[in-house]
């Protein structure tokens, strides 16, 4: 099992990575998920994630205060809503599709929008 663990957090850490790039893909939830899964099975990776320059301050941040930086959430609802209404304007003719990629867009920047903030 603890081969798993380490193999599943470091995929969650790729999706958070990914994240930060990628709109849609949440980053603070898949690094909340792989520091448990690095806290069962490597005390040094669980470590690392959680001292890392970047990562780290995302996870310390959320586990004490549910705060996300006010900088990540200007930048996530940007990104995102670049990237869906490109999509929906330029990636499909189908107006049911438009409007679930734009309902898609709003739920997530609510969701974004729900966790405290403080400025970097």
């Not at 792989?34 to 005390?43: C, D, G, H, T």
């Not at 890392?52 to 609802?77: D, E, F, M, Q, T």
């Not at 997530?108 to 966790?115: E, K, R």
């Amino acid at each position: 099992m603890k081969y798993l663990f380490i193999c599943l957090g470091s995929l969650c850490v790729a999706l958070a990575i990914a994240g930060v790039l990628l709109p849609v893909l949440p980053t603070t939830p898949f690094l909340l998920l792989a520091a448990i899964l690095y806290a069962r099975s490597s005390e040094r990776l669980y470590s690392w994630l959680i001292n890392h320059r970047v990562l780290g301050p995302y996870i310390r941040n959320y586990l004490a205060n549910r705060i996300i930086p006010n900088r990540a959430k200007v930048a996530s609802i940007t990104m995102l809503w670049t990237s869906i209404l490109l999509s929906a304007f330029l990636a499909t003719d189908m107006w049911w599709l438009r409007l679930l990629l734009i309902a898609i867009a709003i739920g997530v920047t609510l969701y974004i929008l729900s966790f405290k903030s403080y400025i970097e």
